[in-house]
């Protein structure tokens, strides 16, 4: 299974069809789904193209809603915490998660893609995974 999802999947704009080839946000429907049926499910956009390396510059439109900003102060908490980056942060808590969600991610430097791979290794402890997911 391969829908486009992102890494905060957005409660407030169900179904909303992203400017990106016609993908939509991962809904709790969606997740549930692909749990209930043993599937794989890889997202499009885990990194919203960048812009979590970038706080100073506006998200893009479709990934600014009113759960972003409490969405991102968790996400800040949790990389302080474990002095990982907020990128490594999300693509630990997308690949542990349950069900866990494959990220497909574009690198553009030799940097980018080490830091993505160190996510692999990065173990969220509950109660971090847990912050995150009180977020969402
Ligand atoms: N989204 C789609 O609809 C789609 C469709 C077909 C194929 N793809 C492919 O899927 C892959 C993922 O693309 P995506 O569109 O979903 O974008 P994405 O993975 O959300 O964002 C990729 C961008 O994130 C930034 N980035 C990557 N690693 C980083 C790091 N460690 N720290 C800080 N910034 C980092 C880079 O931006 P900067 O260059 O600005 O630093 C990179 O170009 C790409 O290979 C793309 O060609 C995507």
Redesign the pocket.
């Known amino acids: 299974m391969n829908p486009?999802a992102t890494a905060l999947r957005s409660p407030v704009r169900p179904g909303t069809t992203l400017p990106?080839?016609g993908?939509v946000h991962a809904s709790d429907e969606l997740l549930d789904y692909v749990s209930a049926h043993g599937l794989t499910m890889f997202a499009?956009?885990?990194?919203?193209?960048?812009a979590?390396?970038r706080p100073a510059e506006p998200l893009p439109e479709h990934y600014d809603h009113p759960g972003t900003d409490r969405r991102l102060r968790a996400l800040a908490k949790v990389s302080e915490e474990l002095g990982a980056?907020p990128?490594q942060v999300v693509l630990a808590w997308l690949i542990g998660g349950h069900p866990a969600v494959v990220?497909?991610?574009?690198?553009?430097?030799v940097?980018?893609?080490d830091?993505?791979l160190a996510a692999a290794e990065l173990e969220l402890p509950s109660e971090l995974r847990q912050l995150l997911d009180e977020a969402v």
């Open positions: 486009a990106e080839g993908h499009y956009t885990t990194l919203l193209w960048g979590y390396s980056s990128v990220p497909i991610v574009g690198v553009s430097s940097a980018q893609l830091e993505c």
